[in-house]
């Protein structure tokens, strides 16, 4: 029965390729030397870095007062790009272990690259909540250690260091799965160079030697990772909206934000992966691995978890007429037609209304078409998270104290930075690791997935 | 010690299962098989018992979750006692989250460095294979003449038939 449905679906893999085809696709580009375009990628992308880190270095010595927050508005830029970042790296999780869970062989062509950008994403948010703390030298004070000070323990009741406790635990956790998986591909890096090359590959990739006894250990091992990995990536970007749904502020504190949330960001993610990955398989001729297949999939994700922003935000508003709390109805008014209205519509469009043409196969199918609409959803999400914070504190209380809020060029540039980093550690991570997992699509072949599947049915019908 | 193998290579993972099949059948030796990537079965086919990583698992996470319980309640209520906000010292609710974080970090972390620890890989490791195409292309297995009934011919003649691209004799001391 399942042999039967396989054969039917389109292959994984397209162009017939043999076990040592994808082995020399998948390191062609990391044993040529880069291209133009790459090393103009590259200058665009450091100099946006160096630009942001500039920017850093300034209003660290100066201090947030350069920075365009008020009174009122006392979150803004600065936590909307964490909360836009750290949602992109949702993706490569949900990617390398939700979907290895639902044993969605396809994830094979995108996984390596959506876990990078995960840890790149991840590495961008957190820059933003250490600037935040105004004195970022003493981030370490985050930690419970013992001190002089005491000890004085930290606020274990505080959502903001349930926050440093899910990013670090996230980052760390992404970290070891993207190298676990990534060992059986270092040893083929290994086992095809020579001189300072070979050293170094044999270094990183822990003699690995691809005894099928390591095998047996390591796929137990993945999976456990992938089981860790997901009630994770749900509880990190719960936690981060506990940052906001634990205050009193209306448009804050319900209690659809923790799903609301993770739906948001896994759809950012995507939208994210889907920018990347057209442009990468198109510059490094991957066309074969990353097929029009694969892209049609992550589209289909994408138009559900945009179906699912879009019911979260519809609730948002019954729940806020529903309740009957005069200051929740105001604030959700407010988004629609006030100062920001032009934020919220940017964001319903965006987010909501553009990627319902994904319902068609035919847009789903057109690289083109998909690419901007993937950016579109980029810059809704973004969006999203500007209105949610910004829109909810600007008109308080208190009429008097009613304030707008405009980013500095401070901000901007730092913003611009993040994305310079992440960018030049991409492009970095393009050059010198295999962007497809070598090890995990040699699994899928056409040829060796149709085999496999007798030998096992052989095997079983020898064991009955 | 040096020991006497039979280096048998394959070009298809099918080929290498049913050849694994044949030597267990055989009763020989098999001291492990190397592929490129994890082969669907072929633990079941060489009968290598389930992994018991899986306990430590469990128990670096429960460790990490029931440890970081105990220290926040034990910071909040009982070494030094703050009132936030009115909220009681011990309300387990609170410590759930920063719990449930290192429940997974530490599980994550037991798991992978006791995976290392166990099929031995460290930085810098020589890597023992018996051949260099093993992560690009081929599939190896390798088998112990471990007693004189052992007829290297015969098991070359079945190995060939089973489609095995190339059966070769090796005396070695290497620890696989």
């Known amino acids: 029965m399942t042999a039967n449905a396989d054969t039917l679906r389109p292959p994984l893999v397209t162009g017939d390729k043999s076990l040592g085809d994808v082995t020399r696709d998948v390191c062609a580009p990391l044993e040529r030397r880069p291209t133009g375009s790459w090393w103009a990628a590259l200058a665009v992308s450091s100099t946006m870095l160096l630009v942001g880190f500039i920017a850093v270095w300034y209003q660290i010595a100066t201090g947030i007062g350069t920075w365009g927050l008020n009174k009122t508005v006392g979150w803004a830029f600065d936590i909307t790009n964490f909360v836009f970042w750290v949602g992109i790296g949702h993706a490569g999780t949900l990617i390398s272990a939700v979907l290895f869970l639902f044993r969605q062989r396809w994830r094979t062509a995108v996984n390596r690259s959506a876990e990078a950008m995960t840890l790149f994403a991840v590495t961008c948010a957190g820059i933003f909540p250490l600037i935040h703390m105004g004195r970022p030298w003493l981030f370490y004070w985050m930690l419970p250690y013992p001190n002089t000070r005491g000890s004085l323990w930290v606020n274990f009741k505080s959502p903001l260091i349930w926050d440093f406790f899910a990013i670090s635990t996230y980052f760390l956790v992404s970290l070891v799965f993207w190298y676990l998986g990534l060992l059986p591909d270092l040893a083929s890096i290994r086992d095809r160079s020579k001189g300072l090359r070979r050293k170094i590959f044999s270094l990183v990739c822990l003699g690995w030697n691809g005894s099928a006894r390591t095998w047996h250990r390591y796929e137990t091992v993945y999976m456990l990772l992938a089981g860790l990995a997901t009630p994770l990536v749900f509880s990190v970007h719960t936690i981060v909206s506990m940052d906001f749904a634990t205050s009193v502020i209306p448009g804050w504190h319900t209690t ?110 057109n690289l083109a078409f998909v690419f ?88 079983q019908e020898v064991a009955a | 010690m040096n020991e006497r193998q039979l280096l048998v ?168």
């Open chain 1, 256 to 365: 659809i934000f923790p799903p609301y949330f993770v739906a948001g960001a896994i759809f950012s993610g995507l939208a994210m992966v889907l920018t990347l990955m057209i442009i990468a398989r198109k510059v490094m001729s991957l066309e074969n691995y990353v097929t029009v297949n694969h892209v049609d999939k992550m589209c289909k994700l994408m138009l559900s978890m945009g179906c699912l922003v879009g019911l979260a935000y519809a609730t948002e508003f019954f729940m806020a007429f529903f309740s009957g709390n005069v200051y929740e109805q105001f604030v959700f008014k407010n988004r629609a037609k006030g100062p920001f209205s032009w934020a919220y519509w940017t964001m319903v469009t965006c987010n909501v209304v553009i990627p319902q043409v994904l319902w068609l196969k035919r847009v789903r199918t």
């Open chain 1, 372 to 459: 901007v609409i993937a950016i579109f959803v980029n810059i809704g999400m973004w969006f999203e998270r500007f209105v949610i914070i910004v829109t909810s504190l600007h008109r308080d209380f208190l009429p008097s104290s009613w304030a707008g809020y405009a980013p500095t060029i401070i901000e901007i540039l730092t913003f611009l930075g993040t994305f310079g980093l992440f960018f030049t550690c991409f492009l970095i991570f393009c050059r010198f690791v295999p962007v497809i997992a070598i090890a995990e699509v040699k699994g899928v072949l056409p040829a060796e997935k149709r085999e496999q599947d007798d030998v096992v049915e052989r095997s």
């Open chain 2, 9 to 176: 290579t394959f070009d298809h993972a099918d080929d290498l299962l049913s050849a694994v099949e044949t030597a267990r059948r055989e009763r020989w030796s098999i001291v492990d098989v190397f592929t490129p990537y994890a082969v669907h079965g072929l633990d079941r086919a060489m009968g290598l018992r389930p992994s018991r990583l899986t306990w430590v698992c469990f128990i670096c996470g429960a460790i990490g979750g029931l440890g970081m319980l105990w220290f926040q309640h034990w910071v909040a209520a009982i070494a030094w006692p703050i009132n936030v906000g009115g909220k009681p010292w011990n309300s387990l609710p609170a410590d759930v989250p920063v719990a449930f974080e290192m429940m997974i970090l530490l599980a994550a972390f037991g798991s992978v460095f006791a995976l290392l620890a166990v099929s031995r890989l460290y930085p810098g490791k020589k890597a023992v294979m018996p051949s260099g195409e093993i992560t690009d292309d081929r599939f190896v297995m390798v088998i112990r003449q471990d007693n004189a009934a052992f007829d290297a011919d015969a098991a070359r003649d079945l190995f060939e038939q089973a489609g095995a691209v190339d059966v070769r004799e090796r005396v070695t001391d290497e620890e696989l």
